[in-house]
């Protein structure tokens, strides 16, 4: 009897307190500072060797993604943006833009760009 009340009294939802809450204005120099992190930016650098190399990856990537996207500068941002951000997180960016890339086998008319798992 004494672990049914305890399961129940377990299971009753209880109310919250959670104290006299107050709204706290940020200051101006934070606001600044978490605006200025969260803010629609390109990304700060692509990390190859050399410029040749992101410079060749770009053009390649680019012609890659024309049909996609029609327009050249923000192609190029795209591209920036998913390098950086598949850097940034360990991943290969090339597996980042693989899957909506194959252009052979969508040209194809294939329903499936990717193929399926055999």
């Known amino acids: 009897m004494r672990a049914l009340a305890a399961s129940l009294a377990l299971l009753l939802p209880l109310p919250a307190l959670a104290g006299a809450q107050q ?3 940020l200051a101006v120099s934070v606001q600044a500072r978490l605006s200025s992190l969260v803010s629609d930016r390109a990304p700060a650098s692509m990390n190859f060797k050399s410029s040749a190399d992101a410079q060749r990856w770009l053009s390649e990537m680019d012609v890659r993604l024309e049909r996609r996207i029609p ?3 923000t192609r190029i941002e ?7 951000e598949a850097s940034r997180n360990g991943l290969d960016p090339q597996m980042v833009l693989g899957p909506g890339m194959d252009s052979e086998r969508e ?10 798992p055999a």
């Open 23 to 25: 709204y706290e204005p």
């Open 78 to 84: 795209f591209l920036k943006t998913v390098y950086y």
């Open 107 to 116: 040209a194809e008319g294939s329903r499936w760009p990717i193929a399926p």
């Open 71 to 73: 327009d050249r500068k």
